[in-house]
Protein backbone atom coordinates (compact mmCIF):
# COMPACT_ATOMS: atom_id res chain seq x y z
CA UNK A 1 0.00 0.00 0.00
CA UNK A 2 1.45 3.34 -0.59
CA UNK A 3 1.04 6.93 0.65
CA UNK A 4 -0.36 8.69 -1.72
CA UNK A 5 0.65 12.31 -2.49
CA UNK A 6 0.71 15.56 -4.61
CA UNK A 7 3.41 17.97 -4.77
CA UNK A 8 2.58 21.30 -6.37
CA UNK A 9 3.89 25.24 -6.71
CA UNK A 10 1.91 28.11 -6.23
CA UNK A 11 1.91 30.10 -9.37
CA UNK A 12 1.29 34.48 -9.18
CA UNK A 13 -1.99 33.63 -10.37
CA UNK A 14 -3.28 32.22 -7.52
CA UNK A 15 -3.53 28.79 -9.08
CA UNK A 16 -1.28 25.29 -8.25
CA UNK A 17 0.95 23.33 -10.63
CA UNK A 18 0.70 20.02 -9.20
CA UNK A 19 2.10 16.29 -10.13
CA UNK A 20 0.77 12.78 -8.11
CA UNK A 21 3.66 10.73 -6.32
CA UNK A 22 2.54 6.97 -5.93
CA UNK A 23 4.46 6.30 -2.90
CA UNK A 24 5.62 7.70 1.07
CA UNK A 25 3.96 10.94 0.54
CA UNK A 26 4.21 11.52 4.29
CA UNK A 27 5.69 13.86 6.34
CA UNK A 28 8.58 12.25 7.24
CA UNK A 29 9.76 10.81 3.85
CA UNK A 30 8.43 13.13 1.09
CA UNK A 31 8.01 16.22 3.27
CA UNK A 32 11.75 16.09 4.65
CA UNK A 33 13.08 15.37 1.24
CA UNK A 34 10.98 18.55 -0.06
CA UNK A 35 12.72 20.60 2.56
CA UNK A 36 16.29 19.24 2.16
CA UNK A 37 16.68 19.07 -1.53
CA UNK A 38 13.75 20.91 -3.18
CA UNK A 39 14.76 24.70 -2.02
CA UNK A 40 13.97 26.92 -5.03
CA UNK A 41 11.28 27.08 -7.56
CA UNK A 42 13.97 25.68 -10.80
CA UNK A 43 14.51 22.66 -9.07
CA UNK A 44 10.98 22.48 -7.98
CA UNK A 45 9.60 23.50 -11.75
CA UNK A 46 12.09 20.95 -12.78
CA UNK A 47 10.59 18.17 -11.24
CA UNK A 48 7.27 18.82 -11.95
CA UNK A 49 8.10 19.30 -15.58
CA UNK A 50 8.66 15.39 -15.21
CA UNK A 51 5.08 14.79 -14.43
CA UNK A 52 3.81 12.29 -12.15
CA UNK A 53 5.84 10.36 -10.18
CA UNK A 54 6.11 7.00 -8.56
CA UNK A 55 9.21 7.97 -6.01
CA UNK A 56 10.49 11.30 -4.66
CA UNK A 57 13.89 11.14 -4.57
CA UNK A 58 17.05 13.64 -4.03
CA UNK A 59 17.51 14.26 -7.40
CA UNK A 60 15.41 14.88 -10.81
CA UNK A 61 17.74 13.79 -13.02
CA UNK A 62 19.35 10.44 -13.62
CA UNK A 63 23.20 10.11 -14.56
CA UNK A 64 23.09 9.91 -18.68
CA UNK A 65 25.89 7.34 -18.48
CA UNK A 66 24.16 4.80 -16.43
CA UNK A 67 20.79 3.19 -17.18
CA UNK A 68 17.69 4.23 -15.37
CA UNK A 69 14.59 2.78 -15.96
CA UNK A 70 11.42 2.03 -13.83
CA UNK A 71 12.39 -1.46 -13.66
CA UNK A 72 14.28 -2.08 -10.02
CA UNK A 73 17.21 -3.50 -11.37
CA UNK A 74 17.81 -0.29 -13.55
CA UNK A 75 17.01 2.75 -11.21
CA UNK A 76 19.81 4.56 -10.16
CA UNK A 77 19.84 5.03 -6.84
CA UNK A 78 18.76 8.62 -5.43
CA UNK A 79 17.12 9.57 -8.46
CA UNK A 80 13.08 10.44 -8.88
CA UNK A 81 11.18 7.64 -11.08
CA UNK A 82 8.79 9.17 -13.20
CA UNK A 83 5.91 7.45 -15.13
CA UNK A 84 6.76 9.32 -18.74
CA UNK A 85 10.22 9.33 -18.65
CA UNK A 86 11.00 6.07 -17.14
CA UNK A 87 8.24 4.01 -18.13
CA UNK A 88 7.10 5.86 -21.22
CA UNK A 89 3.43 6.71 -19.94
CA UNK A 90 1.13 9.58 -21.59
CA UNK A 91 -0.96 12.13 -20.38
CA UNK A 92 1.07 11.94 -16.85
CA UNK A 93 1.68 16.03 -17.00
CA UNK A 94 1.41 18.43 -14.15
CA UNK A 95 -1.92 19.61 -13.93
CA UNK A 96 -3.25 23.36 -13.12
CA UNK A 97 -5.63 23.08 -10.14
CA UNK A 98 -7.08 25.75 -7.43
CA UNK A 99 -6.52 25.23 -3.96
CA UNK A 100 -10.38 24.23 -3.59
CA UNK A 101 -9.67 21.28 -5.55
CA UNK A 102 -6.15 20.05 -4.09
CA UNK A 103 -8.93 20.12 -1.07
CA UNK A 104 -11.47 18.15 -2.00
CA UNK A 105 -8.87 15.67 -3.41
CA UNK A 106 -9.95 12.56 -1.28
CA UNK A 107 -8.05 10.15 -2.70
CA UNK A 108 -4.82 11.86 -2.02
CA UNK A 109 -3.61 11.34 2.04
CA UNK A 110 -1.09 14.59 1.99
CA UNK A 111 -0.19 17.25 -0.51
CA UNK A 112 2.58 19.77 -0.40
CA UNK A 113 2.55 23.46 -1.89
CA UNK A 114 5.74 25.38 -2.49
CA UNK A 115 4.71 28.72 -1.88
CA UNK A 116 5.24 32.06 -3.38
CA UNK A 117 7.67 32.55 -0.29
CA UNK A 118 9.88 29.68 -1.50
CA UNK A 119 8.56 27.40 1.93
CA UNK A 120 6.81 24.12 1.94
CA UNK A 121 3.21 24.04 3.74
CA UNK A 122 1.07 20.91 3.44
CA UNK A 123 -2.41 19.37 3.91
CA UNK A 124 -3.04 15.79 5.21
CA UNK A 125 -6.47 14.35 4.90
CA UNK A 126 -6.48 14.21 9.03
CA UNK A 127 -6.57 18.38 9.28
CA UNK A 128 -8.99 19.53 6.42
CA UNK A 129 -8.40 22.76 5.01
CA UNK A 130 -5.34 23.72 6.90
CA UNK A 131 -1.95 24.32 5.10
CA UNK A 132 0.71 23.64 7.70
CA UNK A 133 4.29 24.48 7.62
CA UNK A 134 6.80 21.23 6.68
CA UNK A 135 9.85 22.15 8.94
CA UNK A 136 7.70 23.20 12.06
CA UNK A 137 5.56 20.31 12.04
CA UNK A 138 8.50 17.88 11.18
CA UNK A 139 9.98 19.06 14.37
CA UNK A 140 7.12 18.58 16.40
CA UNK A 141 7.08 15.30 14.97
CA UNK A 142 10.22 14.19 15.84
CA UNK A 143 10.37 15.88 19.42
CA UNK A 144 7.26 13.64 19.97
CA UNK A 145 8.88 10.79 19.08
CA UNK A 146 12.01 11.43 21.52
CA UNK A 147 14.34 12.10 19.13
CA UNK A 148 16.55 14.64 16.74
CA UNK A 149 15.80 14.42 13.54
CA UNK A 150 18.77 12.43 11.89
CA UNK A 151 20.24 14.20 8.68
CA UNK A 152 19.28 12.62 5.07
CA UNK A 153 16.92 10.13 6.90
CA UNK A 154 13.55 9.73 4.92
CA UNK A 155 11.42 7.24 5.97
CA UNK A 156 8.88 5.88 8.31
CA UNK A 157 9.95 4.64 12.41
CA UNK A 158 9.03 1.57 12.93
CA UNK A 159 9.03 0.63 17.26
CA UNK A 160 12.94 -1.26 16.43
CA UNK A 161 14.36 1.22 14.52
CA UNK A 162 13.14 3.76 16.80
CA UNK A 163 14.63 2.32 19.86
CA UNK A 164 17.64 1.91 18.57
CA UNK A 165 17.76 5.10 17.05
CA UNK A 166 17.15 6.88 20.78
CA UNK A 167 20.04 4.73 21.99
CA UNK A 168 22.06 5.82 19.50
CA UNK A 169 21.40 9.56 20.09
CA UNK A 170 21.75 8.68 23.50
CA UNK A 171 25.30 7.20 23.13
CA UNK A 172 26.20 10.22 21.10
CA UNK A 173 25.32 12.83 24.04
CA UNK A 174 27.25 10.85 26.74
Not at 74 to 101: I, P, T
Request: glycine share 6%; charged share 30%; proline share 3%.
Amino acid sequence: MSTRSLITIENEDGTYRAIYCHCDGYLTHNGAMLIDHYKDRNKVQELLNLGDISVLAPNVNPDPNKPHSFDYNERQEGVVVAYHRDRGEENVNAKVVSLDELFENTWIEFFYVFDLNGEWKYYDDYHPYELKDVRKELESEYKELGIKRPKNFYGYWTESALKEEKQKQQMEQE
